[in-house]
C-alpha cells in the first residue's frame, strides 16, 4: 500500500467524506456526524502508513489490529475499507440492504477484515485489550491493536474495566483512539454525563495520554507513532474532532449523529432533497477553497 | 426389578451411603487443568473467583496463561472474546449469577454473534448454592445461555462427568457454557462410562415414565426410580447432561415407549430443560410433560436439604409426583 503525503491524505479523506454521504442516503438510515468527523483519522491509519494489513490477505497473521468499538460509525471503516481494497466501492451501495455484508452494525462473520463484532457501545477496549495481551503472550513484538472509541462510550462501566485492565498489564501494544466530538444522541456529553477531565481519568489509570487535533494529519500520525514508541504503557489519544466536519450544517450539531442526509428537515438546515448536493459540493470545493468543482 | 444400563459401567456403590462425594465443579478444574497440558493455547481468566471456581489448580500449573480479572464480569468475557481473536482458547469463571447473569449482552454480541470460542463457565449454580442466600443461587442461566444462537449448554451431573466435559469442550472451536453446582454430589459414573457432549444417557430402563434430570438433581431421580421400583412402578432415567442441542433421539424414543414425562432440574423451568424438553415434544411428539424445577421463584438461604425439600426438588418430591403421574396415566 502506498503511503500518501499529508496534502495526498486531505485529498483522499475529502473523497472518503464524499463515499460516506453518498451510501448513507442510498441506504436512507445510519450515523452521518461520527464518520464524517473520524473521516481523517481512519485516512491517516489505513493510508499514512500507520497500519499493517493486507486487503487480499484480510486474516494475515502479522497485520495490526482495528476494533471499532463505537460500531455505529461503521460507513467511514466501510469506505476506508473499500477504498483499500478489501471490496469494490460499488458494494458501498449495498449499506443495510438485505443480504449486505456491510450490516447496519459490523458483523465480523459476514465481512473479511472487520476484528470485531460491535454496536452495544462500551465493549471494543475490552476485546482489543484481550487481543493486545495475547499477542504479547506469543511475544509478537511488532503488531498494534488500535481500538477506535467514541466519547459517549465513556459512559459504559464496561469501558472502564477495560481500562483497568490495560492500565495493570501495561499494554504497550494497545493504543485508544477516542473520537471526542462532544455529541451523543441526547445531546452533549458534558450535559448528558460529563466525562471531563478526560486526560486525567486515563493517566490516573495508568496511561499514557496525548491530545490532538482529529483532523491534523501532522497530529494524527506524530500521536500515534509515539504511542508505538511509549513501552511502559497503552496509550490513549484524545482525538477532538469535529462531529460532521466538512459539512457545514452538519458540523458541531448533535441532531446530525445518527440519521442520513436527505432523509428529514432539520430547522436551520437545506431541506432534505438539497442536503446531499449542498454536502457533496461542499466537500468537493473544499468548503469554497476551489472556486468551483471544476477548477 | 430395575435395569440400571450396564453399558454405563455406574459405580457399583450407587445406591449405598458408601458412594463418594465430590462438588461437580471440582471435576472442571482437573478438566481444565489436564486440557492445559496438552494445549497450551487454553487460557483461564477468573474474576476474584478462583478458588471457589476450581480454577487454583490451573493458575499454580499453568501461571502464564492464568489472568486475573478482578471483579468485572463484563471485563472478563470481552477479554476472553479478544484473547479468542488472536488464537487463544479462554475458559472464563465466575458465579453463574454474575456470568453469564450479568455480562448476557457481552455474550450474545461479542461471544456467539462474533463466533468467538470462548468457554464461559457458571459456578454456584441452583439453590442448592445453600446459605449463601437468592442472590447466589442462579436459576436462570440455562434459559439465558440455550436461548442464544451458536451457544452450546452442558449441565454435568457429577465431578467425573464434569472433567470429561470440560476435556471434550475444550476440543471444540465453538462457545460453550457449563453449569457447576457448589454442593458435594454423589460421585455416580466412573472413568469407564462413556460420555458424549450432545448425547444424553440412559441410565435406567423404564416403561412406566421417562424422568430426564440434569445436574446434581440426576442422582436424585435414580434415587426415585430405584424407591419407585420397590412399589411397582418402571421409571426410565435420562442423564441429559447437553441441554443445547438436545439429544432428540432419545428423549423422543423414551416418550414413545412411556407417554408420560418429568424433567427435573435446579433452575427455572421456563426456558431450562423443562423448556427444553417440552419444545421438543410438543413438536414432535405430543405428550404430558410434568416440570420439576423452581416454579417462577427465587431462592433463600438453608441446607440443601431444607431447600431442595422446599422447592420440590428432592428424591422423595421426584418420587410422589413420579407416582401421581403413572396412575393418572393408568387411569386416563
Known sequence: MKVLSHKELELKADNIRQDILRMLAHAGSGHSAGPLGMSDIFTALYFGGLMNYDPKKPEWDQRDRLVLSNGHINPVLYVSMAHAGYFTREELKTLRKFGTRLQGHPERVRLPGLESTSGPLGSGLSQASGMAYGLNMDGQKNQHVFCLTSDGEHQEGNTWEAIMFAGKNRLRNLTAIIDRNNIQIDGYTEDIMPLEPLAMKYQSFNWHVIEIDGHNFDEISGAVNQAKAIFEKPTCIIAHTVPGKGVDFMEFDYRWHGIPPGKQDLPGDPKAKDQLKIALNELRTLKGKILSEHE | ?332
Open chain 2, 1 to 332: 426389578m430395575m435395569e440400571i444400563n450396564k453399558a454405563l459401567h455406574l459405580d457399583n456403590k450407587i445406591f449405598t451411603s458408601d458412594i463418594s462425594q465430590e462438588p461437580i465443579r471440582k471435576g472442571f478444574g482437573q478438566g481444565l487443568t489436564e486440557s492445559g497440558h496438552t494445549d497450551t493455547s487454553i487460557v483461564a481468566l477468573s474474576a476474584d473467583l478462583t478458588e471457589s471456581t476450581q480454577m487454583e489448580q490451573f493458575k499454580d500449573n499453568f501461571p502464564d496463561r492464568f489472568i486475573e480479572i478482578g471483579v468485572a464480569e463484563q471485563n472478563l468475557v470481552t477479554v476472553a472474546s479478544g484473547l479468542a481473536a488472536v488464537g487463544k482458547k479462554p475458559f472464563i469463571t465466575s458465579y453463574a449469577g454474575f456470568s453469564p447473569g450479568r455480562n448476557w449482552e457481552q455474550i450474545r454480541t461479542t461471544v456467539c454473534l462474533n463466533d468467538r470460542n470462548v468457554k464461559i463457565v457458571g459456578a454456584h449454580a441452583g439453590v442448592s448454592v445453600g446459605p449463601d442466600g437468592a442472590t447466589h443461587q442462579m436459576l436462570e442461566d440455562i434459559a439465558l445461555m440455550r436461548v442464544l444462537p451458536n451457544m452450546v449448554v452442558v449441565v454435568p451431573s457429577d465431578s467425573v462427568e464434569a472433567r470429561k466435559a470440560t476435556i471434550q469442550l475444550a476440543k471444540t472451536n465453538k462457545p460453550a457454557y457449563i453449569r457447576l453446582a457448589r454442593d458435594k454430589t454423589a460421585v455416580y459414573t466412573t472413568e469407564k462410562t462413556p460420555f458424549r457432549l450432545g448425547i444424553a444417557q440412559l441410565l435406567i430402563e423404564g416403561s412406566d415414565i421417562t424422568m430426564v434430570a440434569c445436574g446434581p438433581l440426576v442422582y436424585e431421580a435414580m434415587l426415585a426410580a430405584e424407591s419407585l421400583s420397590k412399589q411397582g412402578i418402571s421409571a426410565e432415567v435420562i442423564n441429559c447432561h447437553t441441554i443445547k442441542p438436545i439429544d432428540e433421539t432419545t428423549i423422543l424414543k423414551s416418550a414413545n415407549k412411556t407417554r408420560v414425562v418429568i424433567t427435573i432440574e435446579e433452575a427455572q423451568v421456563t426456558g431450562g430443560l423443562g423448556g427444553a424438553i417440552s419444545e421438543l415434544l410438543s413438536e414432535k411428539l405430543p405428550t404430558r410433560v410434568f416440570r420439576i424445577g423452581v416454579q417462577n421463584r427465587f431462592g433463600q438461604s438453608g441446607t440443601v436439604a431444607e431447600l431442595w425439600k422446599e422447592y420440590g426438588l428432592d428424591s422423595i418430591s421426584i418420587h410422589n409426583t413420579a407416582k401421581s403421574l403413572v396412575e393418572s396415566k393408568l387411569n386416563a
